[in-house]
T-cell receptor, first 116, second 115 residues
């Protein structure tokens, strides 16, 4: 079975705090891709990052960083020094060959609220 | 560059009416997806196309829903007749490649309210 679990339904932090959004995935496929998307209150879905299963290097982009660990099937997302504009729902997504590339598996999303 | 363009952005209609949602994917993209998002069910894949051909429509709720992609630059999702439970945000997304490696780019969504 293929599955993405985002155990944190809602997180609330105060501005400038660091916050980590957890993502655990399940797949028997050895080749797969993982993505993170952001959905701000305005409603659009914004692509943040793509990572393939052969590249376990962590990635940093400004205040955003991603930690991919195949050993624990996790692809966690950390926001450093959070800002109010980071308030959004964040989705972790799995894409595997098994689904002909079509049925991306979305997690349920984590709603992040950053308060001033 | 233009992103995925959806219309209308908002639609309010009465039960029983026909609804047509439209999507223009990013030029050069080979895959197109229709998703529906509700609070209760989250994001659901309705159907996707590769090179204008429907690959999987198992997510289409029932015969009232139909989708077409007559060419590489246009797709429609039609609901006939509409019901209140169809109220949702419908997203169209496109991807540059037909395989599983690429990211999806989403439109801004069409918010449908069926009274």
């Amino acid at each position: 079975a293929q599955k993405v679990t985002q155990a944190q339904t809602e997180i609330s932090v105060v501005e400038k705090e660091d916050v980590t959004l957890d993502c655990v995935y399940e797949t028997r496929d050895t080749t797969y891709y993982l993505f993170w998307y952001k959905q701000p209150p305005s409603g659009e879905l914004v692509f943040l990052i793509r990572r393939n299963s052969f590249d376990e290097q962590n990635e940093i982009s400004g205040r955003y960083s991603w930690n991919f660990q195949k050993s624990t099937s996790s692809f966690n997302f950390t926001i450093t020094a959070s800002q109010v504009v980071d308030s959004a729902v964040y989705f972790c997504v799995l894409s595997t060959r098994d689904n002909q590339g079509g049925k991306l598996i979305f997690g349920q999303g984590t709603e992040l609220s950053v308060k001033p | 560059d233009a992103g995925v363009i959806q219309s209308p952005r908002h639609e309010v209609t009465e039960m029983g009416q026909e609804v047509t949602l439209r999507c223009k994917p990013i030029s050069g993209h080979n895959s197109l997806f229709w998703y529906r998002q509700t609070m209760m069910r989250g994001l659901e894949l309705l159907i996707y196309f590769n090179n204008n051909v429907p690959i999987d429509d198992s997510g289409m709720p029932e015969d009232r829903f139909s989708a077409k992609m007559p060419n590489a630059s246009f797709s429609t999702l039609k609901i006939q007749p509409s019901e209140p439970r169809d109220s949702a945000v419908y997203f169209c997304a496109s991807r540059a490649v037909t395989g599983f490696t690429g990211e999806l780019f989403f439109g801004e969504g069409s918010r449908l309210t069926v009274l």
